[in-house]
Structures are given as structure tokens and as C-alpha cells.
Antibody, heavy 127, light 108 residues
């Protein structure tokens, strides 16, 4: 079965760290760029970080720069998010999401979209 | 960063109705626009990519259109399982992959 399964969430105090994992199965993980997306309670979706298939390109939302580190182990079919110096506003469900793409117009950039999502893992930052 | 604005923020409709949700980008994004559906306590699900391409397995009552800055998601003949929150997302100028704020579709 093609799926993504997140783990590693929990309750931590402000300033503490947490490492999220996302286990991929049913597809060739090493062929895909991957992302983390979060959703605070009662709020919308917020993209957090991206990593390319070969780890050549890594990006973060401004609020995560310097605190979060995305990584992957293609041999283990796994994606990670190391979160340090956690704050109350990091409280959210964290989803991992696979990126697929289509080239609609020849020679144009691909259209990227998130076609596979995990169920999410809840991170709560509270004293 | 490109801002995505959806309207309305919430919407009430009845089974069998046709509804339209609008997404506007703060600058032109060509057709680099995706739509997702999210039900309570569930992960988002891709419906439409590249503005108008229907994801495999998604019912044909869902359709997307638009280009440039203005996009629409249309759901024809609403079914009970369609009541959910819908998000648009731009993938033109990334990062970040900006989402709209969401449109909650409720049963009237």
C-alpha cells in the first residue's frame, strides 16, 4: 500500500526539541521531493519545509529557519524534521507530503502538487 | 511571497446543489494552482492540480478552472461526503507553497 506514516509528536515545553519521522512505503521514495506541512488547532494549512529527492535543495518557512532541520534517508525510506527551540506557536499537527509534478506546457517549469499525505502527528508545546 | 485569498470563507449548501469556491492570487501564477479537500481530523486530499487536472480517483463532479490570478473550484451535484474544508495552493513561486485560508462547506 502506498502510504506515509508520521511519528514522533508529543507534548514538550517551550525551548525543548523534538524529532519527527515519516515512513514511506509502497513507492520509490528516493524519486520524490518531500515536504512537511503543519496545521495549528482550528487553523489552515502552512507549508513548513521541503527537501529534494537527492537532498540538493532544502527550504524552510521563515519561522522555521535556524530552528528546524529537514532531512531524509533514502535507504530507510524515511523523512525527518528536527525541531529545536520549540515555541507555543509551533503547536500543530505535522503532516509529511509527497510532491509529484506535471509539465503542462512544453519547456515550462513543472507544476508541483502534494499528491500523498500522511495522517499527521500532533506536536504540543506548552509549559 | 504570493498571497492566496479564498472566498467565501464558509458556505452553506444542500445535497444536489452546485457550488463554486474562488481563489485569488496576489500576482499572476499562470496555472500553478492546486485544490485540496480536508475533512475533520483527516489529512488533506488532492482534488485538482495544475488548475484543471482531476486527480485520479476523484469524482468528476469536481472541476477546476482559471489562470493568471483567478481560479475556481466547482462541485456539481453535491454529495453528503463533499462537506469539508477546501484549500487552494500555489506552486508558481516556491518556496513557500502558499495555501489559501480555506473554505468550509457546510450542510444547509
Amino acid at each position: 500500500e502506498v502510504q506515509l506514516v508520521e511519528s514522533g509528536g508529543g507534548l514538550v515545553k517551550p525551548g525543548e526539541s523534538l524529532r519527527l519521522s515519516c515512513a514511506a512505503s509502497g513507492f520509490t521514495f528516493s524519486n520524490y521531493n518531500m515536504n512537511w506541512v503543519r496545521q495549528a488547532p482550528g487553523r489552515g494549512l502552512e507549508w513548513v519545509s521541503s527537501i529534494s529527492s537527492s537532498r540538493s535543495y532544502i527550504y524552510y518557512v521563515d519561522s522555521a529557519k535556524g530552528r528546524f532541520t529537514i532531512s531524509r534517508d533514502n535507504a530507510k525510506n524515511s523523512l525527518y524534521l528536527q525541531m529545536n527551540s520549540l515555541r507555543a506557536d509551533d503547536t500543530a499537527v505535522y503532516y509529511c507530503a509527497r510532491v509529484s509534478d506535471i509539465v503542462v506546457v512544453p519547456a515550462a517549469r513543472p507544476n508541483w502538487y502534494f499528491d500523498l499525505w500522511g495522517r499527521g502527528t500532533l506536536v504540543t508545546v506548552s509549559s | 511571497d504570493i498571497q492566496m485569498t479564498q472566498s467565501p470563507s464558509s458556505l452553506s449548501a444542500s445535497v444536489g446543489d452546485t457550488v463554486t469556491i474562488t481563489c485569488r492570487a496576489s500576482q499572476t501564477i499562470s496555472n500553478y494552482l492546486n485544490w485540496y479537500q480536508q475533512k475533520p481530523e483527516k489529512a488533506p486530499k488532492l482534488l485538482i492540480f495544475a488548475a484543471s487536472f482531476l486527480q485520479s480517483g476523484v469524482p468528476s463532479r469536481f472541476s477546476g478552472s482559471g489562470s493568471g490570478t483567478d481560479f475556481t473550484l466547482t462541485i456539481s451535484s453535491l454529495q453528503p461526503e463533499d462537506f469539508a474544508t477546501y484549500y487552494c495552493q500555489q506552486s508558481y513561486n516556491t518556496p513557500p507553497y502558499t495555501f489559501g485560508q480555506g473554505t468550509k462547506l457546510e450542510i444547509k
